[in-house]
């Protein structure tokens, strides 16, 4: 039995920094497979952006690594190699660390070494890189005759460039392989690799294209762009721009070409790698597309209008603070959405009497809107105003009688509410009915669902099922008030939940009728509950006779133990 001559210490140092801790989230993550020890070797296949195949070696000089990916094709420890190797530990535990103190012998060699001459130094040092890929890949690297970036760049490529269309099914997959590449792209930055800057506009490039040929209804295309965004900026930090102008031009001509927001923080991120001579360029271009763009029309929305002065925005808050915020934003006001930016950059900060006045403005300048209003709401009630919040929520709640407008009214009035109450369910009571429910042509209006809704939360489940049997409700609203009414009224509540599943059942969808098979269980316990079961199995009897040539509702009512 071999002994392993390497602990986790001694892994730290073999591999880099980037790729030991993404070795080691992917060994968290479980993606080893198929570990095989034998003897002084270790093999596995590794989940990446594609399965790559490892191989160790120890012997009495260390631990040596084999992986197909392009980083470990360069002779580099890769992440791969380490998450293979902590495998390898888990599986047969290594010796304690190596000791903290260095032994004598180390001692002495280094003494020796910095007293020889480079020529000796180097002349020994190519000797051993040309039996060690490894260390042979890693001068190369550094010297800048083997550039890793060739690799990464065709890596880049393959992984996120789209032929035809990703959907939503193949989405989660796809970006997976983005990630992978852009974990690698970014720790390639971190280490100040060659040309890492250009790879990382090369991927935003492809990422901004890519999107438009995937389903991206879980965000990922956004998240491979913060990290293509944090790519470029350690590439930036490691290896400083000689021309901090031309980043700076970069920057804002990217931020304002992008659809989806790319670089619209940049300047406090960067201030540090543009200097000062960078930073006044950076700010000198936005004020100039500022001062280009043409008369606002109102109510319009222009979206490089927005990114223009969203930039501009950030740029006055991060170099003169809030003040200089705000006088940008006064700079364009056209319609009510310019104030809700102003009320909102002073609310921040705190500064809700401010933003009141603005608040104020805008409802008198512009057609009134629940969001401004909802602000100028927020601001009273921070000075304890709830009479003057109130007013301005009920006007919210007569615009859109909703629930949550009902709920936000209360929550102001606080102590006030009683009397707003009552004026509300009046309000309420004289909407428009809801003349069916669960119809295969339901009737879209809410009806009464408001009420019913307020009533339920308020505990008065009589005068809930009072108001829906005048008005009507939603279905949904139906069902909770049913499973509510139930407790004291079972009788009352068994018609609902036969209704509901026989809507459920005209979908004529596995879903569905499994959904109908759990109403109808609902309506069996109401009918066990009042002595009725004969007349529910003659119930099931019939709707089982009706609808017999369903053979997935048969299948589900029989799953269900139904009669």
Known sequence: MVTVLFSE???????????????????????????????NTAKATVEGSELYRVLLTVD????????????????????????????????????????????????????????????WLVAELLQAAAADPQLHARLEVAAGVRPYGDDLRLKLSDAIEILDFVDYKGARAYFRGVDEALEDLTE????????????????????????????DSD???????????????????????????????????????????????????????LGRAGTARYRERIEEAFRALPPRESGKHDGHRFNVTSLLEHVAQVQGGTD???????????DESDIVRIVQALRIKGRDEEALKWAERGLIDFPPTSGLRSLAAQCHLVAGRRKEAAKLLWDNFTAEPRTDAYRVLADAADELFPAWRKKAHAFLRKQPRRANRFSATPDYAPGHTTLVDALLSEGDIDAAWRAAKLGGCRDKTWLRLAERHAHTHPADAIPIFLEAADAEILWKKRDSYRAAAKLLLEAQKLYEHTDRLAEFKSYMAALRLEHKPKTALQDELTRARLP
């Open 9 to 39: 210490r001694s892994l730290r140092m073999l591999a880099d920094s980037g790729s030991y801790e993404r070795g080691r989230a992917y060994f968290d993550d479980e993606r080893v497979q198929k570990l095989v020890v034998s003897g």
């Open 219 to 273: 965000g990922g295309g956004l998240e491979a762009l913060e990290q293509v965004e944090s790519a470029h900026f350690e590439a930036c930090m490691a290896v400083p721009p000689e021309d901090p102008l031309e980043l700076a031009d970069y920057l804002v001509d990217r931020a304002l070409s992008s659809g989806y927001g790319v670089f619209r923080g940049a300047i406090s991120n960067y201030a540090g790698v």
């Open 60 to 119: 009495d000089v260390g631990l040596d690594g084999e992986c197909e990916c392009p980083y470990g094709a360069e002779g580099f420890f890769c992440k791969h190699c380490v998450a293979v190797a902590l495998a390898w530990l888990k599986a047969k535990p290594a010796l304690k660390d190596e000791p903290a103190k260095e032994p004598a012998p180390q001692r002495s060699l280094e003494d020796f070494l910095l007293s020889q001459k480079s020529s």
């Open 324 to 334: 200089a915020a705000v006088e940008v934003l006064a700079r364009d006001i056209t």
């Open 188 to 215: 390639y930055a971190r280490n100040g690799g060659v040309g890492a800057r250009v790879l990382a506009e090369y991927a935003l490039d492809l990422v901004e294209e890519a999107i438009q040929q995937v389903d």
